[in-house]
């Protein structure tokens, strides 16, 4: 290690949500005695592109369309051959490496998943901006999230309750930029800063929003007494999604066009993405270096000392040479997976043989998504149809079902109407996305949407191949009315469940992340409650005989359940998030305090949501936000305090 | 989407747009994609044989590219060549296909030319100009041809919808047996031609990706419930149906 | 600014133009408000006028004997005043035009046509002096450049302290609006030299459109832009009070379908117009070359602790002006740059260099900064270096144009300067290209029934948004440095991006059947900057 390392106040580690915000914090705190804060921010991925017409050229000629496809680093050679996880410098695991063939074979999967019981199926990107292909969605989380052990004394509570974060959820709202609206959103006990109103008005519901939320407006106690609310629902209002996505200009971005597009691109930048606030911390003086992968923390007297990280060029390498940077403050914010994967790697010639920060033995485990559960189907013909693939992905979905007593026995749930039709569901996913599978099997006389039999289609025959007007009015008539509807659920902590070290290495010679994951019967039990919901809902829209929702064969998260004598074949998917790893709490018992600073290291914060000890069922992205703006307080303070 | 698309661009206001004869209503060009029978009785073309195989540059090729395109895709004509105006007094396959901004036609006949390997697109725009009266004889035709000829009019109906190329032998494979659910392998054919994918239109949408709405639109039906069918927007992007 | 009577009525031609009136109230101190005339500011030709050359301008060369343009011809056109409305053909119909073999290719000239007639109306001088006129100078103030005519973004969205905007008629009204809204920082400044133009910066003034960063000239300066209105879009903007951010979200405002006036040749109404400039700081040097239009001007930057106004020469360097027309609702987008702004990919590839350029160095060897890079960050100007963009210069954007012009343009361009004095600061700009909606069987989504919705529906009938632009992709080298390219939404494209622009009216987001529920603004984004 050389002494030529770069210095400064703040080192931060991945330029996400959270890198970013805290950069941006920093980067514009008035000076403290006369100096302003020094901030390097290390990114391991590409840095901030001067538009966005490479990523968005990429999205629209990729011929499979999944979350990642518009991100570097490339997936495939431009033969179509898949690069091997082997051969790239900064990888991540896809979407594409999640089928039955593929999610244990170390050549095709970053994540080590060999010996994991189910799939944990949640991507993430490594790049400046981090995760920006999210949706966008920004739900609060509710007062009872954070204090789980008022119905499983098992669970653990936040150090840190609703009321404290408030006020942090108020200053994320405003750098995402989030359309929403109070009234709407002051449910399961949600309250808002007096006189608080979102910063943008909310974003307008779709037309099958509204429709079914009419469907929903009448119900009988004995419908939904599955529910376990402990109190009579006779409704289920359909309430829009708050969303970092302007319905206004915002600081000089333009309005949501309705792109269909929130995952992975918005080709006008209507929704937030960090790279935003990345550039407004560039522009305060923080200095972004790409291309660099942190590789080891140093600490000394049970201090950070620095940290060591390799810089490449190119999407998958070669190494171009070695770096360390000192500072007296450093920030881990390079997600769930890839933080803890870099505390454990952090030895230190053998001093830390069990990895950094980590005296609690909670580095890596209870690694938590939020698994949802994917229904679709048709709505009847004598209906108004659903007019899919117009406006955001989702605009909104039934959250009051997210508290209540039955989280005592079973995981709870949020419901999500999606605008994109049967786009990512189609055939259970396994024969490609809408509306290009619909297309094809009324062309080419296939049925991998099992739309194509006579019973649905109402032609002349099962399997028809058509050409001319009868083509155009059966697809008009069969895609306008396909909806789909997703569960996402809470997950439970286990400690079983956990980020480790593979043997296998990436180009950088670095040991992969390693998984160990399965899903418990809590969370399972809500996943049946969802499918009892699923329907009521399909009945109330008329869509009992017309459920398409499968499992496709040999799906690695399969699992069967017999409900209401009724055996179904039940899967999950991944919601994108990645919470757990390195949660808050005691030192006994967890990794990081509220401030989300580690217990063992007085200057070490690990950031993101792998400090989540419980998850909720709100998307994850706007506490880690608010969070993050509450540890840029503590560091501040610190630098304050400190001569 | 207007009447009469070459006037439409002029600068003179409605009062003192003149109305030559030779230019046919909207209503006449829905009525199917040829001309009305005044035009109609014409012999379909003998014995052409494509020596040459079939010319991008030629305005008869694109003719019959469009109304096999037009026909096997029930959309009407206008819709793959927006600059395409008819004049009754000529023949459909004299008629100028039109240069638009976007000339995604023009890709898609070089497209389908450079990868027809078993050099079936001249057999189907054959099949176009012997039929060019009527779309539901070319659809015939088309589905009484060799696998060859019939696997490349799916392809080129794919390409239309979708902006997708499928080849003709991997849709030959998978409709083997009828039914079937299986992945069918495919390429973008570019960013362009992903953006003028026909399907999304026709379902009241737009690509994901790719929307030329404004805010607001997605709570909205997409369609004037004062339109009659013929006048929505799907009446107005497909042929008569039937 | 003087009215010049007898000269003008000399070039009246046989089909009886309506010629360019300039407002006669200037010439004394004395003056009372003038008479009421039933139009302000600019006035337009609505005579039809096509372009009389002869030949096809598509091709790679311009038409043998086509220049020098005959005096006649000549004469006609730059004197033909500012074009109402578009005046393009198919060519059916036996219009003179149409020579161009492709419908396409001589709409595109008819635009083309009259982009460089509007260009050449707008920068001829304030007081009527024609354009091609001896006395014409580099440094001559330009009409779009009075403040009769046009008005600045900033000096309409003000914040509410100083609301409401004036626009007087009366050159004792405007004058004192002017010397209202003077920031203190220029007070001085301003008394010393009170004819320079005044530029108040704000983020928009040096970052390009959406923060994709500022430009730095091969002096280590920052690239200025500004955005101006005409009268008729002031006078739509103050009557449905859309000059304040609580204006626009009043209940009044929450069906308003914004809708600008257009302009048309019936009744020659000029209609709104909107205007977008970008401006290099000339050095001593380069102002004495007199090869940029150019003014002397005070430059107040941005907000911020310390906001110094800084007396520089600016030079012009591109200029976009957006007309709505009764036929055009999407508007007709034109755009203008200094010849020597930037190279185009091609001459670089092949080496075809012809230095000095404003955005490109020569010069440098292996050390040239990487193509249509933005500047490192901080972008952000320091008030102590003034328009300075580091202290040591050590970065100049290094700029080629992605999209050569095409041949049709550069023939335009050919003619006209054929057509100008050889000596006329106008020979250093050239048309880039005009974007027009070519309406061509677009993906519309809306109704095909002219007239209100029935009750009980909020469908609207609106002008289809991007409809197949032509040409589909178009940017400026200074304006749209950083998004030129031909990827759909993400490149450049006119109408594409400003088909995004809304305002703050509530409605939009709580939709009720039956009622509209609008914000989109007409294709400006100035509605968004109301305070």
Redesign the interface.
């Known amino acids: 290690m050389t002494d030529n390392c770069i210095e400064c106040d703040v080192a931060i580690i991945g330029s996400g949500f959270a890198g970013s915000l805290i950069a941006k914090e920093l980067s514009q705190t008035p000076p403290i005695r006369g100096n302003r804060l020094r901030v390097v921010v290390l990114e391991a991925g590409a840095g901030v592109q001067?538009?966005?017409?490479?990523?968005?050229?990429r999205?629209?000629?990729?011929?499979i369309?999944v979350p990642e496809s518009p991100y570097p680093p490339a997936l495939t050679e431009p033969n179509g051959k898949l690069i091997g996880p082997a051969n790239i410098a900064a990888g991540r695991p896809t979407s594409r490496t999640l089928s039955h063939s593929s999610w244990k074979d170390l050549k095709q999967a970053y994540l080590d998943q060999t010996d994991s019981k189910l799939p944990f199926k949640s991507t993430y990107e490594r790049l400046a901006g981090g995760t920006s292909h999210w949706l966008g969605q920004t739900p609060r989380l509710v007062p009872h999230d954070f204090q789980m052990s008022m119905y499983r004394k098992d669970l653990p509570d936040w150090p840190i309750n609703y009321k404290t974060l408030s006020p942090y959820y108020d200053k994320a709202e405003a750098e995402l930029g989030v359309?929403g609206d109070v009234e709407e959103q002051s449910f399961c006990d949600i309250s808002f800063s007096k006189g608080y109103t979102y910063p943008?008005?909310?974003?307008?519901?779709?037309?099958f929003d509204?429709d079914a939320s009419n469907a929903l407006a009448q119900l009988t106690a004995d419908e939904t007494n599955f529910l376990g609310m402990g109190k009579p629902v006779t409704a289920l209002r359909l309430r829009s999604l708050p969303a970092a996505r302007n319905?206004?200009?915002y600081r000089?971005?333009?309005?949501?066009?309705?792109?269909?597009?929130c995952i992975p691109?918005c080709?006008?930048?209507?929704k937030y993405d960090p790279t935003?606030t990345l550039?407004e911390a560039?522009?305060?003086?923080a200095k972004l270096i790409d291309h660099a992968v942190a590789n080891e923390i140093l600490v000394e007297n049970n201090l950070v000392s620095g940290i060591n990280f390799i810089t490449y060029k190119g999407d998958a390498g070669p190494q171009t040479g070695t770096g360390c940077i000192k500072a007296k403050v450093y920030v881990i914010a390079a997600n769930g997976i890839e933080t803890p994967r870099l505390l454990l790697m952090s030895k230190n010639g053998g001093r830390t043989p069990n990895g950094v920060a980590n005296s609690s033995d909670m580095v890596g485990r209870n690694l938590m998504d939020h698994p949802q559960y994917v229904t679709w189907g048709l709505l009847p013909p004598s209906s108004k149809p659903a007019?899919?693939?117009?406006?955001?992905l989702i605009?909104s979905a039934i959250g009051d079902l997210c508290d209540g007593p039955f989280r005592a026995t079973r995981a709870a749930f949020r419901v999500s109407f999606g605008?994109?039709g049967w786009?990512f569901v189609v055939?259970g996913g396994?024969?490609?996305a809408d509306?290009?599978v619909t297309?094809?099997d009324f062309?080419?006389?296939?049925?991998?949407s099992?739309l194509?039999t006579r019973a649905v289609s109402q032609l002349a025959s099962?399997?028809s191949?058509l050409?001319?007007?009868?083509?155009?009015?059966t697809?008009?008539d069969l895609?306008?009315r396909q909806f789909r509807i997703a569960f996402a659920c809470e997950q439970d902590p286990d400690p079983i469940n956990r980020v480790t070290l593979s043997t296998v290495t990436d180009a950088l010679n670095l040991p992969r992340p390693k998984i160990a994951y399965d899903i418990s019967d809590y969370t399972k039990q809500g996943i049946v409650t969802a499918v009892r919901l699923k329907r009521l809902i399909f009945k109330k829209l008329g869509a009992t005989k017309l459920d398409f929702t499968e499992r496709a064969a040999g799906d690695p998260a399969g699992f069967d359940e017999k409900i209401d004598d009724q055996l179904e074949q039940l899967t999950y998917g991944g919601a994108g998030h990645v919470m757990g790893t390195y949660r808050m709490g005691d030192p006994k018992t967890s990794v990081v305090d509220s401030w989300q600073r580690s217990h063992d290291h007085q200057n070490l914060y690990l950031v993101g949501s792998g400090t989540f000890p419980t998850v909720g069922t709100a998307n994850p992205t706007l506490t880690l936000s608010a969070l993050a703006l509450r540890t840029a307080e503590n560091i501040v303070a610190f630098f304050k305090s400190h001569a | 989407m207007r009447e009469l698309p070459k006037q439409r661009h002029d600068d003179r206001s409605d009062a003192t747009r003149l109305e030559p004869e030779s230019f046919v209503s909207r209503r006449r060009m829905l009525a199917g994609t040829v001309a009305t029978t005044a035009a109609a009785a014409v012999a379909p073309i003998a014995g052409a044989a494509y020596a040459a195989g079939p010319d991008v540059s030629s305005p008869q090729d694109m003719m019959a590219f469009l109304l096999l395109s037009a026909?096997?895709?029930?959309?009407h004509v206008v819709n793959l060549a927006p600059e395409f105006s008819q004049d009754i007094k000529k023949d459909i396959l004299d008629q100028d296909p039109g240069v638009d901004p976007i000339n995604v036609k023009n890709d898609y006949f070089r497209w389908i030319n450079a990868h027809d390997s078993t050099s079936s697109f001249g057999k189907l725009l054959q099949i176009a100009k012997d039929n060019r009266q009527s779309?539901?004889n070319i659809?015939a035709a088309?589905?009484a041809s060799d696998d060859s000829a019939k696997f490349l009019?799916?392809s080129i109906?794919?390409l239309w919808?979708?902006g997708?190329w499928?080849e003709p032998a991997d849709?030959k494979a998978?409709?083997a047996t009828?039914?079937?659910?299986?992945?069918?392998?495919?390429?973008?054919v570019?960013?362009k031609a992903?953006?003028q994918g026909l399907?999304?239109q026709?379902?009241?949408?737009?690509p994901?990706?790719?929307?030329?709405?404004?805010?607001?639109?997605?709570?909205?039906?997409?369609n004037d419930p004062n339109d009659a069918v013929q006048n929505s927007n799907?009446g107005v992007?497909?042929?008569?149906?039937? | 600014m003087r009215f010049n009577g007898p000269n003008r009525t000399e070039l009246a031609i046989a089909v009886g133009l309506i010629w360019l009136l300039m407002f006669p109230a200037q010439s004394t101190a004395q003056t009372a408000a003038t008479p009421a005339t039933t139009q302000v500011g600019l006035q337009c030709n609505g005579t039809r006028l096509l372009d009389p050359f002869n030949g096809s301008l598509a091709g790679p060369n311009l038409p043998a004997g086509l220049l020098p343009i005959d005096a006649s011809v000549k004469d006609k056109i730059l004197k033909s005043g500012l074009p109402c409305q578009e005046n393009v053909s198919t060519g059916a119909q036996g219009d003179l035009a149409g020579v161009e073999s492709v419908g396409l290719e001589n709409l595109q000239r008819g635009f083309d046509f009259y982009s460089w007639r509007t260009f050449i109306a707008l920068n001829s001088p304030a007081d009527g002096t024609p354009i091609d006129s001896a006395s014409t100078q580099a440094d001559t103030p330009t009409r779009w450049e009075d403040m009769n005519n046009f008005k600045q973004l900033l000096d309409v969205m003000l914040p509410a302290d100083l609301q409401p905007p004036r626009w007087p008629t009366d050159l004792n009204g405007m004058t004192a609006e002017r010397e209202r809204l003077m920031p203190k920082e220029c007070r001085d400044l301003h008394r010393q030299m009170p004819d320079r133009m005044i530029v108040k910066m704000i983020?928009?003034s040096f970052n390009e459109p959406?923060?994709?960063?500022p430009l730095i000239d091969q002096n280590g300066h920052y690239a200025v832009f500004d955005i101006l209105m005409n009268r008729q879009m002031f006078k739509y903007i103050m009557d449905h009070h859309l000059n304040t951010k609580a204006g626009q979200m009043s209940g009044a405002n929450s069906d308003l379908l914004v809708d600008f006036p257009p302009g048309q040749n019936s009744g020659a109404e000029f209609g709104a117009f909107m205007l977008k400039v970008s401006w290099k700081i000339l050095t001593d040097g380069e102002a004495a070359t007199k090869n940029f239009h150019m003014r002397k001007a005070l430059v107040l930057m941005p907000p911020g602790a310390d906001r110094p106004c800084v007396p520089e020469t600016l030079g012009l360097i591109g200029f976009h002006a957006v007309h709505k027309t009764a036929t055009r609702p999407q508007w007709i987008w034109t755009s203008f740059e200094h010849s020597k702004n930037v190279p185009d990919k091609d001459e670089v590839a092949a080496s075809k260099l012809v230095g000095p350029y404003n955005f490109f160095s020569v010069k440098c060897q292996a050390d040239c900064p990487a193509v249509?890079?933005?500047p490192p960050?901080?972008?952000?100007p320091d008030p102590a270096l003034r328009l300075r963009f580091r202290k040591d210069d050590s970065f100049k954007s290094q700029i080629v144009r992605e999209t050569p012009l095409t041949d049709a343009a550069k023939n335009m361009n050919a003619i006209f300067h054929n057509m100008l004095p050889s000596n006329s600061v106008w020979q250093n700009y050239m048309l880039i290209s005009t974007q027009w909606p070519s309406e061509f069987a677009c993906a519309s989504l809306h109704s095909h029934v002219p007239g209100a919705p029935a009750p009980g529906t909020d469908f609207i009938k609106q002008p289809d948004m991007t409809c197949s632009p032509a040409p589909t992709f178009m940017a400026n080298s200074t304006l749209e440095t950083?998004?030129q390219?031909d990827?759909?939404?993400?490149?450049s494209s006119c109408i594409a991006?400003h088909?995004?622009?809304?305002?703050?009216q509530?409605g939009?987001?709580?939709?009720k059947p039956g009622q509209m529920?609008l914000?989109q603004s007409d294709f400006t984004?100035m509605l968004?900057k109301a305070q």
């Open positions: 001067p538009n966005i017409n490479d990523y968005l050229k999205f629209y000629t990729a011929s369309k359309s943008m008005p909310r974003i307008p519901p779709s037309v509204q319905s206004q200009p000089n971005r333009r309005a949501c066009a309705g792109n269909t597009n691109i080709p006008i930048q209507a935003i550039s560039t522009n305060g003086g007019y899919p693939y117009r406006g955001p605009t605008n994109e786009n055939g396994a024969f490609g509306p290009h297309t094809l062309v080419n006389g296939m049925n991998s099992r194509n099962d399997n191949a050409f001319g007007a009868g083509l155009a009015e697809l008009r895609i306008s | 026909a096997l895709a029930g959309v779309g539901i659809i088309v589905n009019a799916r109906v794919l919808y979708l997708s499928y849709l998978n409709a009828p039914g079937t659910r299986a992945v069918t392998p495919s390429v973008v570019s960013s992903y953006t399907v999304w026709i379902v009241g949408a737009h994901m990706g790719y929307s030329n709405l404004q805010f607001g639109y997605w709570s909205r039906d997409p799907f992007i497909t042929a008569t149906i039937p | 983020e928009e959406f923060k994709t960063g249509n890079a933005t960050t901080p972008w952000d950083y998004s390219g990827v759909p939404l993400a490149s991006c088909g995004n622009a809304v305002g703050f509530k939009a987001s709580a939709p529920h914000n984004f968004e």
